[in-house]
């Protein structure tokens, strides 16, 4: 927004105009910029971060899953990962596993 239009708002309504409707316009678009940018925005991106993370998953690496399981990955299948934890042997949602080696997925 420019300076002008900031003064405009700033200005006394002219005489029967709606000057507070502006305001109140001006106001309801502020709030929904706050909300982009500190909810909205920042989830979206911590997503498309776990979603790389998850991306680059292959055999043998080491994970920890949203349930606190930690073991090797044994086999990848589309959204199927089969990980070996000790001596048994799980499988786990794609979606589930929020730590690759040192990586850690935003938000954890």
């Known amino acids: 927004m420019t300076a002008p239009a900031l003064f405009a708002l700033l200005a006394p309504p002219p ?29 979206g991106q911590a997503r498309k971060k776990h979603q790389a993370l998850l991306a680059g998953l292959k055999k043998g690496d080491d994970i920890m899953t949203a349930g606190g399981i930690i073991g090797k990955v044994k086999d990848i299948k589309d959204n199927r990962i089969t990980v070996e934890s000790g001596t048994a042997t799980l499988v786990v949602e794609r979606a589930r596993i929020i730590q690759v080696g040192d990586a850690v997925a935003p938000g954890q």
């Open 15 to 43: 005489e029967g105009g709606s000057g507070g409707l502006m305001i109140l316009l001006f106001q309801i678009a502020a709030i929904g910029a706050v909300f982009y940018f500190l909810i909205i925005r920042p989830q």
